[in-house]
C-alpha cells in the first residue's frame, strides 16, 4: 500500500470551474507537500502544510491531521493551471527524512 | 537567486557509457537531494546530503550509481555503467533545514536517454 495516496489521477475540467485535489496519507507522516509540474517538466514547490490551511493566489491547501487527509483547491481555475500536481509526505525512518511521493493528478482545464 | 541549477538539461547516450550530472544548489541550502522520475514509478528519491554528508543513499538502485558532494555548492551523480532502463528525468532539489519544515526547491531536471 503506497503511503500516499492521490486522488483523482486525471481531472479534466472548464475554465472557471472550482478544482478539488485529495490526498490521503498514512501515520508518520509529519507534513505534506503539494508540488506542480507543468508539461515542460519543472517542478515548482506550491505549499508545504503541517497543519491548517495556506493561501497563494487562487490556490488554497488544507490539511487535516486526524483524517491525514489534504486538498488542494483551485479557485476560478484557468487553462494555465493546467499540469500535474503532486503531493509528497515527509517522514522520518531510521534517523533519515524521506519524502513519500503521490502517483501525482494530471489537471487539464479547457478554455 | 538563480535556484538550483542542473546540467546538462538532456543527455542521449549509449549503454556502457559512463553519465555525470551535476547539480548546484541554492546557496545556503543545508539539505540536497537526488531524484528520478519515471512513468512507471513516478518521483522516487536516490540519496540525500545534509551538509555535504551523504545522510541516506537506500534508494541508489545499484552499485552503478554514485553520488558525491565535494562541497556545499556542487553534487554529481554519476552513473558508470549506463543501461537503457535508466533512462529517467533526474531532479535535483535543495533544501534550508528539512522537507518536514521546509519548502524544496527544485531543479529543471536532467532528461536522460540511454539507448
Known amino acids: 500500500k503506497n503511503e500516499v495516496e492521490q486522488s483523482p489521477q486525471n481531472l479534466t475540467a472548464q475554465e472557471g470551474e472550482f478544482i478539488t485535489i485529495n490526498c490521503s496519507y498514512s501515520?508518520?507522516?509529519?507534513?505534506l507537500h503539494w508540488l506542480q509540474q507543468h508539461p515542460g517538466g519543472g517542478i515548482v514547490s506550491l505549499f508545504m502544510?503541517?497543519?491548517g490551511k495556506k493561501k497563494h493566489g487562487r490556490l488554497i491547501a488544507t490539511i487535516n491531521i486526524q483524517e491525514k487527509h489534504s486538498s488542494l483547491h483551485i479557485t476560478a481555475s484557468h487553462p494555465r493551471d493546467s499540469a500535474v500536481y503532486i503531493c509528497?509526505?515527509?517522514?522520518?525512518?531510521?534517523?533519515?527524512?524521506?519524502?513519500?511521493f503521490g502517483q501525482g493528478t494530471r489537471l487539464t482545464i479547457n478554455p | 537567486d538563480a535556484g538550483v541549477i542542473q546540467s546538462p538539461r538532456h543527455e542521449v547516450t549509449e549503454m556502457g557509457q559512463e553519465v555525470t550530472l551535476r547539480c548546484k544548489p541554492i546557496?545556503?541550502?543545508?539539505?540536497l537531494f537526488w531524484y528520478r522520475q519515471t512513468m512507471m514509478r513516478g518521483l522516487e528519491l536516490l540519496i540525500y546530503?545534509?551538509?555535504?554528508?551523504?545522510?541516506?543513499d537506500s534508494g541508489m538502485p545499484e552499485d552503478r550509481f554514485s553520488a558525491k558532494m565535494p562541497n556545499a555548492s556542487f553534487s554529481t551523480l554519476k552513473i558508470q555503467p549506463s543501461e537503457p532502463r535508466d533512462s529517467a528525468v533526474y531532479f535535483c532539489?535543495?533544501?534550508?533545514?528539512?522537507?518536514?519544515?521546509?519548502?524544496?526547491?527544485f531543479g529543471a531536471g536532467s532528461r536522460l536517454t540511454v539507448l
Open positions: 502544510l503541517s497543519s
Open positions: 532539489a535543495s533544501s534550508l533545514g528539512y522537507s518536514g519544515a521546509n519548502v524544496l526547491t
Open positions: 546557496s545556503g541550502h543545508d539539505y
Open positions: 509528497a509526505g515527509s517522514l522520518i525512518i531510521q534517523g533519515a527524512q524521506k519524502l513519500v
Open positions: 501515520v508518520g507522516i509529519s507534513a
Open positions: 546530503f545534509n551538509n555535504n554528508v551523504p545522510i541516506d
